[in-house]
Structures are given as structure tokens and as C-alpha cells.
């Protein structure tokens, strides 16, 4: 059965573990740890079992040079591409000015229709008020106007674990938290819907409903109607499968692993600790089966799910 693959909501992949995945690719299967109850399974990445990868990234330079590799053996795929205004107090490992090139790339290389760019979270602070994001946005979506058609955006929603990475902010940096209402919230994305406008960019809401209106959309990051329309003219079947309260996302498998992200983003959902996910970047070996996992003992858990395969086709096989 063929899937749609999520390369990947739990840790930025094509920024750090490129060649990871090539080599993942080459051999045919990725192993994946459920985040939650620890099941272990693989995943097939055969050509004829991947509808089409949804790469996320905040930035796709170092993963250029694979793209060669993935149009040769014939992969479809779009980029859910991440590029704030944010200041790096809140993002402390990213390269924006790469980032933005890259994404021109991009667009200009495969098409707009290719591309979500995710303006994605907004932090309202004391030194990120609306104008900073207006002005920020405005700037952002000139240069990367015909390059783009879609923008998915949110309001940072505060998880617990992003919840203990940013209240420090104040007592360290100064910086305040802003809590503002939802009339705020909504007026400054009619906004920013409005500027997007003038450079050809439809505005999507991620997951905030409350948002919708003539010049913005549900979001839907991963989306079988794009899939549809970039790669299957003759249709495409696919079910809505949310990933949380009004995520709009079609059905996926997420290949990736928490805690392994080096980014180092205060608000991330992915990481609970900055320094246990650098760790984690600096033990990766690219020769493992499962991301974040040493290769002996990825090696022995893809050699207990193969044996229990075989297993239950034996069984299965004594039934008829």
C-alpha cells in the first residue's frame, strides 16, 4: 500500500539528517519509534510505496545536492518550507538569509504550486509587536513573490514544553510575552492577508479556525489536493486524518524522531530539552535504520521486526 510520507513534523530533516535519508531511500525503508507507547516499525520507502514525501525544513540548503538523487528515481514531493521574522533570541540556529535564497531556488526550480511556505509560529512580544511582523512580512513575501503562492501561518500555541523553554525570556532577556485577544489576533492577520494579496500569496490559518475569512484559508500542511494536483491528474484518494484540534492534514506516516532537532527553537513542540537534542544530532550515525538511534541497535530491531514478519506469513500461510 502506497503513503504519503512525512520527512518530518518531529525534527528538521533535510537541514541535518540529509544523507540519512538518502541512505534510507537507497536501502528502501526508514525504522520509526512511535513518540508515544515506543512501538517500533518500518517503514517502506520503495518508489511504489511513497504517493509523495512532505519535506519540512527552515532551511533546504544542505539538502540541495539530494534533490538530484530523489528526481532520478522518479519521487514526487513538495517542501512545507518554515521562514519567520523571529529574532534569533527565539530561533538560535537558523540561517535566514540562506534559508530565504534557497527557497527563491526552489520555487524557481520546481514551481510555487511546490512550495508552502510557513510564516509560522507569530510570537507577540514586547520587541514583536504587529508593525514588526507587518513590516517583516511585507519585505518577505516581495522577494519571494512568483515564487510562492501559498503561506501557512499560526499563533504560537504554548505546550508545555515550549511553555519552559520561553517564560525565562523575561527574567533573562527582558523580553515580555504579549497574551493579546482574539479580535488582536484575527485583526492582525486580516493584515498580513491583505499583503500577501498584493504579491499574488494566498494567506492558509493553521490550525486556528477562528481565523477564516474571505482572504484566508484552513491550512491543511499536508495536503491531498496538492498531491492531486501536482502529481496524480487522475485522481488521487485520500482522507483527512488531524493531527490535532483543526489541523486540516490529509492521512500520513511520519518518519522522523523528537529530540533530535538542533535548531534549537524556544517554542518548539519537538524538542524538551535544547541540549539533549544536540547531543542527540552529535551521536547520529547516517548508517542507522531508526533517526536518533545507534546502528547496533537499530540493526536488532530491524532484524526482530523482519523475523516477526516472516513469523506471521508463516502462520498465516498454515490457514489455508
Known amino acids: 500500500m502506497s503513503r504519503i510520507i512525512s520527512v518530518s513534523r518531529r525534527t528538521d530533516i533535510p537541514a541535518f539528517y540529509g544523507e540519512w535519508f538518502v541512505r534510507r531511500v537507497q536501502e528502501g525503508f526508514a525504522g520509526v ?24 525544513s527552515k532551511d533546504f540548503t544542505p539538502f540541495v545536492p539530494h534533490l538530484d538523487t ?17 529574532p534569533a533570541v527565539f530561533e538560535t540556529n537558523v540561517d535566514k538569509a540562506a534559508a530565504l535564497k534557497t527557497l527563491q531556488y526552489l ?5 510555487p504550486r511546490h512550495l508552502n511556505w510557513r510564516f509560522d509560529p507569530i510570537i507577540l512580544s514586547n520587541i514583536t509587536d504587529a508593525e514588526f511582523y507587518l513590516n517583516h512580512f511585507e519585505r518577505l513575501a516581495a522577494q519571494l513573490a512568483g515564487r510562492v503562492e501559498r503561506c501557512y501561518f ?30 488582536e489576533k484575527i485583526a492582525l492577520a486580516d493584515r498580513l492577508a491583505a499583503s500577501a494579496d498584493r504579491y499574488g500569496i494566498r494567506m492558509y490559518s493553521c490550525c486556528g479556525d477562528y481565523l477564516l475569512g474571505p482572504r484566508i484559508h484552513k491550512g491543511h500542511c499536508i495536503d491531498g489536493t496538492i498531491i492531486e494536483q501536482l502529481f496524480f491528474p487522475q ?52 548508517n542507522s535504520a531508526f533517526l536518533g538511534f545507534d ?12 523475523q516477526a514478519d516472516t513469523n506471521e506469513q508463516a502462520n498465516s500461510s498454515t490457514l489455508f
Open 33 to 56: 519509534v512511535a513518540p508515544y507507547g515506543g512501538k517500533r516499525y518500518l517503514v517502506s520507502l520503495a518508489p511504489q510505496d511513497v504517493d509523495c514525501f512532505v519535506f519540512w
Open 107 to 111: 520555487g524557481e526550480r520546481y514551481s
Open 235 to 286: 485522481g488521487f484518494a485520500h482522507k483527512t486524518k488531524p493531527t490535532r484540534k483543526e489541523c486540516g492534514c490529509t492521512e500520513s506516516i511520519d518518519i522522523g524522531t523528537y529530540d533530535t532537532c538542533p535548531h534549537g527553537c524556544l517554542y518548539c513542540y519537538a524538542n524538551a530539552n535544547k541540549a539533549v537534542a544536540g547531543e542527540a544530532f552529535r551521536r547520529h550515525d547516517p
Open 295 to 306: 546502528k547496533p541497535q537499530s540493526d536488532s530491531w530491524v532484524a526482530e521486526l523482519r
Open 154 to 183: 499560526s499563533f504560537v500555541t504554548e505546550y508545555e514544553k515550549a511553555k519552559r523553554n520561553l517564560l525565562p525570556l523575561q527574567a533573562d532577556q527582558g523580553i515580555r510575552l504579549l497574551q493579546p485577544h482574539r479580535e
Open 70 to 86: 530523489l528526481d532520478r528515481l522518479g519521487y514526487r514531493f513538495y517542501f512545507n518550507y518554515t521562514l519567520t521574522a523571529l
